[in-house]
C-alpha cells in the first residue's frame, strides 16, 4: 500500500518503506517510546533506500542508546553498503538528554543541514513524556522533515500528531508484537560497548595545555572527563577522554580516535569514564 500525504492509521510497516521506496519523502523523523521498534525501523527504512538505489543517511538524536557513533553525541552516519559509516557528530557533552537539550537541537540542526543524502532517516530516544514530549516537537522543527512516523500511537504522541504542522506525510504504525523491553543494565552495556567501538584503536597524545585555545585551557580537567574536540574554526572533529590531568607543567594526555583531526580546543563533558568505559554522570562549574 502506498502512503499519501496526510495522517494515516497503518497496519504495516510496509507503508513507512514505500516512504523511501516512492520517492515520497526525503526526510523521515521516526518517534516511538522506549523499546518500541525506532532502531529495527530505520534499519529497514535504510535497507530500502540502498535497495531502491537511493543514498542514504542516519541523523541519531539519541544521545543514550545509538545506532551510530559515540554516546553523549549527536551523530550522522551514512550507508556504504549495507553499513552505516559515522560521517559527523556534535557533543551533547551527557546521555541524559533533557540535560542535553540545546546541544541536541544546535547539532541536530548542523548535520541536518550537511547531509547531502538523497533519504535522511532521523532517530530519537524513547521519552516521549512531559519534557521529552517538548524535546520532540523542537526537533521536528530543527530538522523539519517531510514525513513522520509514530510507533504505537498514546495519548501522548497524539500531541506530536495534532500539535506538529508536518509537510508531508504522517504515519502511526503498530509497535513489533515481539518487542521486548531493556534493562537498565542492558542499556549501560550498550553504551560501554558504543565508547569502547568509538575508542578501539585509539591513541594516547600529551600535549601542552596552552596549546588548546577557548572554550577551554585544560587547567581543571579530571582524568576520565569526556571532553569534545574542535577545530580552529570552532567544528567539532570528535570526542577524547582526559588519561592524566595537567601536570605542574601543564602537559595534558588524552585518549582520541585513531583517526583522530587535528583539534585545538575542548569542551569538557557531563560525563566521567573509567577504563572500561563505564560512565558516571559528573558536575561541572560550566553547567
Do not use: K, N
Given at each position: 500500500m502506498t502512503a499519501s500525504t496526510g495522517r494515516k492509521i497503518s497496519i504495516g510497516w510496509e507503508d513507512a518503506s514505500d516512504l523511501v521506496t516512492a520517492g515520497t519523502a526525503k526526510r523521515i523523523f521516526v518517534v516511538g517510546a522506549q523499546d518500541s521498534g525506532k532502531s529495527t525501523l530505520c534499519r529497514i527504512l535504510l535497507s530500502a533506500a540502498?535497495?531502491?538505489?537511493?543514498s542514504a543517511a542516519i541523523l541519531d538524536l539519541d544521545v543514550g542508546q545509538k545506532m551510530i557513533g559515540p554516546p553523549a553525541c549527536v551523530t550522522l552516519g551514512v550507508m556504504s553498503g549495507a553499513r552505516a559509516v559515522l560521517a559527523d557528530l556534535a557533543f551533547a557533552r551527557t546521555t541524559n538528554p533533557m540535560r542535553a537539550w540545546n546541544s541536541i537541537l544546535s547539532g541536530a540542526k548542523r548535520l541536518s543541514q550537511t547531509a547531502a543524502a538523497d533519504v535522511l532517516i532521523v532517530n530519537t530516544c524513547g521519552f516521549v513524556k512531559g519534557g521529552g514530549l517538548a524535546l520532540k516537537?523542537?526537533?521536528?522543527?530543527?530538522?523539519?522533515?517531510?514525513?513522520?512516523?509514530?510507533l504505537g500511537c498514546t495519548p501522548d504522541l497524539d500531541r506530536i500528531l495534532d500539535d506538529q504542522q508536518v509537510?508531508?506525510?504522517?504515519?502511526?504504525?503498530?509497535?513489533?508484537l515481539l518487542a521486548r523491553r531493556k534493562t537498565e543494565g542492558e542499556r549501560r552495556a550498550a553504551r560501554r560497548m558504543a565508547f569502547r567501538t568509538y575508542f578501539s584503536g585509539g591513541t594516547m597524545i600529551t600535549l601542552p595545555s596552552q596549546q588548546l585555545t577557548a572554550?577551554?585551557?585544560?587547567?581543571?580537567l579530571p582524568a576520565g572527563l569526556l571532553v569534545?574536540?574542535?577545530?580552529?574554526?570552532g567544528r567539532e572533529v570528535g570526542i577524547g577522554v582526559v588519561v592524566d590531568p595537567p601536570r605542574a607543567e601543564g602537559a595534558l594526555t588524552l585518549l582520541v580516535p585513531a583517526a583522530s583531526e587535528q583539534f585545538y580546543a575542548m569542551k569538557p563533558g557531563l560525563l566521567s569514564l573509567d577504563q572500561a568505559f563505564r560512565e558516571r554522570h559528573v558536575p561541572h562549574p560550566s553547567t
Open positions: 540502498v535497495s531502491a538505489g537511493r516537537i523542537a526537533q521536528l522543527l530543527a530538522v523539519a522533515p517531510d514525513a513522520l512516523v509514530v509537510g508531508g506525510v504522517t504515519l502511526c504504525l503498530p509497535m513489533p572554550p577551554h585551557d585544560g587547567a581543571d569534545g574536540l574542535e577545530d580552529q574554526q
